[in-house]
């Protein structure tokens, strides 16, 4: 059984970072595209950032870029999203995803409703 649990989420001041990870379990993470998604209270769900398995390129959100880095750890089964210069506008619950991909195409093409999705951690930005 397909199994994504994150953690690493909590409370942050403007400026801070955290570090989210995703166990999988039930699968092997590093032949297929992850990704993460974020939604915000009263928003629409919106993603993150992907890593692919071919190659291992990233994409990101233009709102993240420079400051989120997205890596797995394949002994560990494990993807992870350093989130560096946290935003206010960062607050909301992150959500790992899997789509059985390996390109993040899924991801890109906004087409993510379905696929593997873990529960979500709860990143709060505030002073």
């Known amino acids: 059984q397909v199994q994504l649990v994150e953690s690493g989420g909590g409370l942050v001041q403007p400026g801070g970072s955290l570090r989210l990870s995703c166990a999988a379990s039930?699968?092997?993470?590093?032949?297929?595209?992850m990704s993460w998604f974020r939604q915000a209270p009263g928003k629409e769900r919106e993603g993150v950032s992907c890593i692919k398995s071919s190659d291992g390129s990233t994409y990101y959100a233009d709102f993240v870029k420079g400051r989120f880095t997205i890596s797995r750890d394949n002994t560990k089964n494990t993807v992870y999203l350093q989130m560096n210069s946290l935003k206010p506008e960062d607050t909301g619950v992150y959500y790992c995803?899997?789509?059985?991909?390996?390109?993040?195409?899924?991801?890109?093409?906004?087409?993510?409703?379905?696929?593997?999705w873990g529960q979500g951690t709860q990143v709060t930005v505030s002073s």
């Open positions: 995803a899997t789509h059985g991909d390996t390109e993040c195409y899924y991801y890109r093409s906004g087409q993510a409703d379905f696929g593997s």
């Open positions: 039930g699968f092997t993470s590093e032949y297929y595209s």
